[in-house]
């Protein structure tokens, strides 16, 4: 066996063989980060993507191997600036004015005229971003955009978002995730230890923080603005991290028969509805969620599949689900997302209703994604990784994954949960576990008992 560093090179050294040529396959070439990101069917390559994933994952392993250790460690002392710098580069949107202006990027005093801010922060939280790649600075104070930071923007142009500012990150999910994440999630995570330390004093650290005894999403109910960037936020999931066939094979839409109806509790818009209902437009839909999502969910399927709501096909209703389900024996009753958003009580509540609307051959599927050890564990499918890798790889695979574990326990103590913790959730709720479709995100599929 070769010694780590080595081998941690030679890993390094392969797999960006193995990408190289499965671009140059493609007749073109691995992007540049300077250059502003393109979608291409390779993103969603298998092969890519694992090779992608063992590079990151043996060069922050060798970062985190040869950098002094004093020096790794400072590093998590300002760790929010990442996040604050981000949401605040959002939110006077450098972003937008930056792509308006071109390849050519701005200088500062520019981007302080378009802003209002003061050039001298300006420069320095550019700077600090560009010097974590994102963001470049192409000579002395002129900054253009690369390849991350080009995936900031919004969907909307200025003129729009200062006319209609609630509704600045509709279709924008990347700049959602990021500014909630420098908002709500920030404040909240404030209280994350004390909330640990004394899980009685309130509901999640959220609830510390804002001093609420309101659920997110109840608080979220009277706040536009927050509310509808949760909604593009959640997009993100649906459109740029999950295959489409992960949701068509895991309610095996194929074995259905036209009518059958497949209820998206939960279901925010509808986006996963909306891959459905393209792959299986025979089947019947019904998407439930709150009041306020519902009627963002008419606008969003009016934009995009306006015969949907016209024929009857895909219905939006509102519908709170601790409370009794009212679509009595649906043949799918499916809920991304939603569980691992709940404390084990609660969770049972919600599945329990399911239950008792459900006919004998209903089945529940719950895409979610299952919590792995880092370590070597056959049973919960953590296999091991080539040597020297952490066996899951680290922050490569289960970078987003372990940060949206610590993101729930901070909104609404939520969790990640492994397979036998599905299982036995399922078991006290009246569903038994039968199948689980591996996938970046699985297909847990439910009888019931
Ligand atoms: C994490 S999102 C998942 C949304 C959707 N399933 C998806 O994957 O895009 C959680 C959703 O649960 C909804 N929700 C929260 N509490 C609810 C309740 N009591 N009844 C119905 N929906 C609720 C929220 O409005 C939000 O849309």
């Known amino acids: 066996m070769s010694d780590p560093l080595t081998a941690l090179l030679q890993i390094i050294s392969t797999q ?70 981000v949401g605040f580069i959002i939110d006077v949107n450098v972003p937008e004015i930056l792509r308006e202006a071109g390849p050519e990027g701005l200088h500062v005093d520019d981007l302080s005229t378009a802003t209002g801010v003061d050039a001298s922060y300006l420069a320095r939280v550019l700077r600090y971003l560009a010097t974590r790649h ?3 600075e192409t000579s002395p104070n002129v900054f253009a955009h690369n390849r991350p930071s080009s995936l900031l923007t919004k969907a909307k142009s200025i003129k729009e978002i200062q006319k209609t500012p609630t509704a600045r990150f509709d279709n924008a999910p990347i700049a959602a995730y990021l500014h909630l994440g420098s908002d709500e999630l920030l404040t909240s995570s404030t209280a994350f230890s004390s909330f640990l330390k004394n899980p009685k004093q309130a509901a999640a650290p959220f609830n510390v923080a804002y001093n609420t005894p309101k659920k997110m999403w109840d608080w979220f109910e009277e706040d536009e603005l927050r509310s509808r960037r949760f909604t593009a936020a959640m997009k993100n999931s649906a459109d740029a991290m999950f295959r489409p066939e992960i949701f068509t094979s895991g309610i095996n839409g194929d074995a259905l028969n036209p009518d059958d109806v497949v209820v998206d509790v939960g279901g925010n818009i509808g986006p996963v509805t909306l891959t459905l209902y393209k792959a299986f437009p025979k089947l019947r839909y019904i998407v439930q969620d709150l009041g306020q999502q519902v009627v963002a969910g008419e606008k969003f399927w009016n934009e995009k599949a306006p015969q949907a709501l016209k024929s009857g096909r895909v219905q939006l209703q ?8 009212p679509i009595k024996d649906a043949a799918i009753y499916m809920l991304r997302l939603i569980i691992h958003d709940w404390c084990d009580e609660d969770a049972k509540k919600i599945l329990s209703q399911l239950r008792s609307a459900a006919g004998s051959q209903s089945k529940l599927i719950l895409f979610e994604m299952l919590a792995k050890h880092v370590s070597e564990n056959p049973t919960d499918g953590t296999l091991s990784a080539p040597y020297p ?7 490569a695979k289960a970078g987003f994954f372990t940060t ?17 913790e599905y299982a036995q959730l399922g078991k006290e709720s009246g569903w038994k576990l039968e199948e689980v479709k591996p996938g970046k995100i699985c297909a847990l599929v439910f009888s019931p008992i």
Do not use: C, W
């Open 318 to 325: 509102a519908h709170d689900f601790f409370t009794p389900q």
């Open 16 to 85: 960006t063989t193995v990408l190289q040529t499965a671009y140059s396959k493609a007749d073109s070439s691995v992007p540049s980060i300077n250059t502003p990101f393109q979608p291409t069917p390779l993103e969603f390559d298998p092969r890519v993507t694992e090779a992608r994933h063992l590079i990151v994952a043996a060069a922050t392993q060798l970062i985190a191997t040869v950098q002094s250790p004093i020096e790794f460690l400072q590093a998590q002392a300002g760790g929010m600036f990442d996040t604050v710098i």
């Open 404 to 420: 949206l574990d610590m993101s729930l326990l901070t909104m609404y103590n939520g969790k990640e949960r492994t397979y036998e």
């Open 134 to 136: 994102i963001f470049k």
């Open 389 to 395: 890798l952490l066996p899951n790889l680290g922050v």
